[in-house]
């Protein structure tokens, strides 16, 4: 019966995410693919709607659902022909500040994050030289007086100049300082309208595919010691909590995606006629479509019971990892089945697939990429030696 009930629930919020996204059509996004542009409106809805607010307990005025809702949201976005990424960080990056965060900053922010008055959606961690090896980064935090003091550089940090606040993770003391390498690291809240032109300087990244990424500078930054999130030097545990919810979010973005280039291949093959029959007669175009799908919905099994524990409070490292592996690969073969499908067509922007095609490929290097998956997965899963 519980069961039967969330389900009607998810249905409803499905449904009501699809009525939305009629109103951003495939033309709204391949226009703000072409100037590289942001979906104000498009986010403004969602944060009218009340959806970007929807992990955020009631009491700070957030509607206090599950990864499950915030998955079907994502996925009906991305199962639209839209895409989540300019604002899903929105939904998950407060997490660090909802669970780590003491009550004077939960009340100075989380109620702002919810009601959509206060975008807090640009995450900065990656760093030129650091790579994956997050132990490696560099921007350095120097405590002075009442206030820390930043100088450093990141990179890819998405959505910058679309956030008024900036979680940012920097040095406060020496690699090696303590027992494990990822310790003396701290976590910040950056208030990016008054950091602009006092210490912060964004420069845009022009990518494959429209992202909002940015490289962000910091010059002598001053950030209030209060904004310090938690215990200094703890920051990077605080964030490694939140990687789970991100993963699964993410694969389910995918799977949108791969059901949207299912679809469109699979219409296409029947109606598409050449040497007198419809292409999806001939087995060689069937056999990768039919293959996507049934990667996409065993990829789909994964993704949903990640998200089921994760909302159980249960461990889930394993079956986020797993989602977000098996959703982005899914993902990633469904969309080139689609480009052969459609053959030269496919190149052609009025049919949104190479769009799609460019914005789905980006599952496999991040959040995270592949590779590292899979050494977790050999590691953690299944007990063997630690490669790296
Ligand atoms: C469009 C976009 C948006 C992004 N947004 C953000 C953001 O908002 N905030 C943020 O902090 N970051 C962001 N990132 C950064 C992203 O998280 C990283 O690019 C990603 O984690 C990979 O890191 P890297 O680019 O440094 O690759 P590297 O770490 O240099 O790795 C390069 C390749 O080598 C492989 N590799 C590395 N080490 C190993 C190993 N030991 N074994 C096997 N293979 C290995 C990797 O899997 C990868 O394929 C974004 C990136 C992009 C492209």
Known sequence: MEHEDKHSELEIIRESVIKLCADFPNEYWRELDRERGYPTEFVQALTDAGYLGCLIPEEYGGSNLGIREAAVILQTIHRSGGNGAACHAQMYIMGALLRHGNDQQKQAYLPDIAAGKRRLQAFGVTEPTSGTDTSRI?????????????????????????????????????????????????????????????????????????????????????????NLIGEEGKGFRYILDGMNAERILIAHECIGDARWFIEKASTYAKERVVFDRPIGQNQGIQFPIATSYAETEAAALMSAKAAQMFDAGQSCGAEANMAKLLASEAAWKAADACMQTFGGFAFAEEYDIERKFRETRLYRTAPISTNLILSYIAEHVLGMPRSF
Request: net charge negative; hydrophobic share 35%; aromatic share 6%.
């Open 138 to 226: 560099r921007t350095w935090a120097e405590r002075d007086g009442d206030e820390y003091v930043v100088n450093g550089q990141k990179v890819w940090t998405s959505r910058a100049e679309h956030s008024d606040l900036m979680l940012l993770l920097a040095r406060t003391s020496e690699r090696g300082s303590g027992p494990k390498p990822h310790d003396g690291m701290s976590l910040f809240i950056v208030e990016m309208d008054e950091a602009l032109g006092n210490g912060i300087e964004i420069k845009p990244i022009r990518a494959m595919l429209n992202h909002n990424s940015t490289e962000v500078f910091f010059d002598n930054l001053r950030v209030p010691a209060k």
